[in-house]
């Protein structure tokens, strides 16, 4: 008999210690009475088990092509397969990086069981080229408490131009001569509706045309194209030249493109002097002290077939004070060209003026004329700022 009641006391004292451990290792306060200690529980099972939870159709989404003119976006689709209500919220402090747009979020909390939208538009894409863009959002899930929804897709320019700069380095000027530039578009089709050629000097020498982009020379990331075919006529001035060719297509808004050209034209009379900078394509001073003036030298060689009777005189300066004095040509001993020496001047106390050649200040300018059938005028450009 005493046996029987000693083991069901250490039974009784066993259930206490096994509730008391269970509802220490739960996080709740112990208690004396077994009741107490097994609701106390029971609670925090509950409270371990009710929660919100974030789910989302999918954490990314893909909009394939996009055009630099499209502001595509995306709904993603939220749900709360928890039983508390879900709190979903923008990360504004990692956002600012991103080349996208939170068109909504949800203000209230999602209930269990309910779905909301969040939308995200892009606000630009970036280079050409695969993108993936994140939005970071903050919830109350305690599993999940930052989602990262992204956004991904192959970015295309609305007009691509091929080449983007057409550098010609040294022309022939007395033949005609001819080169292509491609420009491809992301619409299913694209029309040139205006050609300009922005330097009116040299713009007589250009002929430019254009004309749908056989399939062979389309660029395959691009819909539609056309083909630009410029010709530069006989008979450009010989030395530097630039033009610029604004071209307006049906594509990208009607958006202009501006196409910049750049070359040389070497022929039988070349200019040369020690102040001459390829780079500026121009006879370069620097600064000219008002008072004393400046002075550079300006030779023409002349080669070719007429070396020797190709006559040459100076017509004219812009600014009128900038001079150029001519002397009389020497041949060289292979008698193969000619050497036209000369000097370039600017008189003590011209103008406070400067000629930078640069988008604010043009190039002073030499005008040279010959009996020469292909270089009727030579025009040579120089810098200089006059300063006290």
């Known amino acids: ?131 993936r863009h994140v939005v970071p959002l903050l919830t109350n899930d305690p599993d999940r408490p930052r989602v990262e929804l992204a956004l991904t897709g192959d970015y295309v320019l609305p007009l691509q131009v091929q080449p983007e700069m057409l550098a010609l380095a040294r022309i022939v000027p007395d033949a005609s001569q001819a080169y292509q530039v491609m420009v491809f578009s992301d619409d299913p089709t694209v029309e040139v509706t205006k050609i300009e050629l922005l330097d009116e000097e040299t713009a007589k020498f250009f002929d430019v045309t254009s004309a749908p982009c056989p399939p062979q020379k389309l660029d395959p990331r691009m819909r539609s194209g056309v083909v630009l075919d410029v010709k530069i006529k006989p008979g ?56 004393k003036g400046a002075e550079a030298d300006l030779d023409l060689i002349v080669r070719g077939e007429r070396h020797n009777r190709v006559k040459v005189r100076y017509l004219r300066s812009e600014p009128s004070y900038l001079k150029v004095e001519l002397g009389e040509p020497i041949e060289n001993a292979a008698k193969t060209a000619v050497r036209w020496p000369g000097k370039l001047s600017i008189a003590p106390g011209s103008p406070l003026e400067a000629y930078l050649g640069t988008e604010g200040s043009k190039a002073a300018e030499i005008i040279l004329e010959t009996d020469h059938p292909d270089f009727k005028e030579i025009r040579v450009k120089v810098t200089f700022y006059i300063a006290k």
């Open 1 to 131: 008999m005493k046996t029987w009641l000693l083991a069901v006391v250490c039974l009784v004292l066993g259930i206490v210690c096994g509730i008391s451990a269970a509802a220490w290792r739960a996080g709740v306060p112990t208690s004396s009475d077994p009741l107490e200690a097994m609701a106390a529980v029971r609670q925090a099972h509950q409270s371990a088990t009710e929660r919100p939870r974030f789910g989302v159709d999918a954490e990314s989404f893909d909009f394939g092509r996009v055009s630099g003119l499209d502001q595509p976006q995306h709904s993603f689709q939220v749900t709360n397969t928890g039983t508390l209500p879900l709190r979903v919220q923008l990360n504004t402090a990692e956002m600012a990086t991103c080349k996208c747009q939170v068109n909504s979020v949800p203000n209230d909390p999602i209930e269990p069981g309910a779905t909301a939208e969040v939308t995200i538009g892009l606000r630009s894409p970036g280079q050409p080229g695969r993108f």
């Open 236 to 291: 450009i001035p010989s030395g530097p030249f630039r033009q610029t060719l604004r071209v307006t297509t049906t594509a990208g808004g009607g958006k202009p493109v501006e196409i910049p050209v750049a070359g040389e034209a070497v022929g039988d009379i070349v200019v040369s002097s020690r102040y001459w900078i390829n780079a500026y394509e121009a006879v370069t001073l620097g600064r000219v002290q008002q008072e």
